[in-house]
């Protein structure tokens, strides 16, 4: 099992940044795949970047070139790091990992990207 606690959302302007954190309550050595979703309003919930355990990263085609994501395994954290930020950005974003065969999600954090 893993608790996942996120924060770092909030209100910004539109080509603004924000960093959001995902704070893990056990070691993430061992965990393949660290992932970042979001959901806006009346939207399925999408996959908005992944990194594995060996550091490879993946990105929706949206937000190619303005995210990034990262991992810090001695501190169990999780990072994206949102540049660029379009009001189609906005969102709750989940933090998430599957650890054999169960999906764990965070609580979410709000993304608005607003004028």
């Known amino acids: 099992q893993v608790q996942l606690v996120e924060s770092g959302g909030g209100l910004v302007q539109p080509g603004g940044s924000l960093r959001l954190s995902c704070a893990a309550s056990?070691?993430?050595?061992?965990?393949?795949?660290m992932n970042w979703y979001r959901q806006a309003p009346g939207k399925q919930r999408e996959l908005v970047a992944a990194?594995?355990?060996?550091?490879?990263?993946h990105y929706a085609d949206s937000v190619k070139g303005r995210f990034t994501i990262s991992r810090d395994n001695a501190r169990n954290m999780v990072y994206l790091q949102m540049n660029s930020l379009k009001p189609e950005d906005t969102a709750v974003y989940y933090c998430?990992?599957?650890?054999?065969?169960?999906?764990?999600w965070g609580q979410g954090t709000q993304v608005t990207v607003s004028s």
């Open positions: 990194i594995t355990i060996i550091g490879s990263t």
């Open positions: 998430n990992v599957n650890i054999e065969g169960k999906d764990y």
């Open positions: 056990r070691s993430i050595f061992s965990i393949y795949s």
